[in-house]
């Protein structure tokens, strides 16, 4: 009886070993491998996809999902472009301009007027042109400034300053890029609205080019009431300025109207087209100042010298005579400049 008790109890025993390994094996199989290289690297690879596919997430329970982004390398090369690429294309472009600019001031000098002032002068800018181009110029300069702050500041300004100054005027000058931004974008467009007629490009601004405009010769083209020159700023601003403005409020209001790679990209775009946008700036206000006598006049006081009308813009004097007559669009200074 014994001995048959004991024959039970081996079976049974080997029954229950069979039984556990026949259901630990697979158990074991199906278990993630914690030493196995091949099934690691699996993870790697898988890991490298799901960076390159646009980043590593998780899941978040706020309504703002994209708090759920853990790892989004395309960041990296955002901070890489604001961190140094930009800062070399702006610093080529603007002191590339200025470099530009005293080299051609130095070898050329100002443009004079040939003929001297005549004592007669003409219309140029009525007031409201005038209100909307320093209006827009004023706002221009703020936001470059208050712009090239975010881009530029921390190296070279804030080293100078100190944090604490450094950071309440980044906070003001950000506000004013903000606020500006409404009061520039509004100037754009209205420039676009007032001098669209006389900037359609045409024959005579090939002309005028081949001339050299008369800046780089002694040469005297002529030019209807924008030359070739002109028409190039002008268009400058309203593609530039709206191409800084839609991007700018893409910025201003994150994520409305695009994803994270939109933001990346609206601030590339913004801060790229804001530094050629300052480069093209510095020419117009070098030409509209010192580059060329009397030209100032035209937008600070709304006038230019017959001469000066005759040199720059022969056809659109023509015009104006044939519209308004010689004594009507011409009427006399308030001062005879000095010679
Ligand atoms: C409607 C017009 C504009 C709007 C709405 C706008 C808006 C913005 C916003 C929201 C930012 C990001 C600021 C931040 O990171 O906190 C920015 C950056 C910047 N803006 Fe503007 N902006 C406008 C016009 C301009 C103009 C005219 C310029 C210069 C000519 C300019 C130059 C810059 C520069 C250089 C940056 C910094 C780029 C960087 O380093 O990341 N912006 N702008």
Redo the contacts with the bound molecule.
Sequence with gaps: MARLLAQARFIIGALAVAFVLAIAVPAVAQQPSQVNPTASSVKEQQLLNALQGGGIGGRVSIPDQKSGMLIQPAGRDWRQF?EVT?RWIGAIAILGMLIILVAFYLMRGQVKLESGYSGRRIVRFNAFERFIHWMTATC?II??LS??N??FGKPLLMPLIGEGAFAAWSQWS?YA??YL?FP??IGVFVIFLIWIAGNIPNKVDIEWAKRGGGIVGRDHPPAYRFNAGQKMIYWIVVIG?TA??VT??L??FPFYATDMQGMQLA?TV??II??L??AAMLAHIYIGTIGMEGAFEAMGEGTVDVNFAREHHALWLEQEMARTGPNESQRQPMATPAE
Aim: net charge positive.
């Design positions: 604001h930009l221009f936001l470059a712009g090239l975010i881009t950000k890029h903000n931004s520039f974008a300025g800084v403005a700018g409020y910025l201003m601030q913004h801060a804001a530094v946008f300052v």
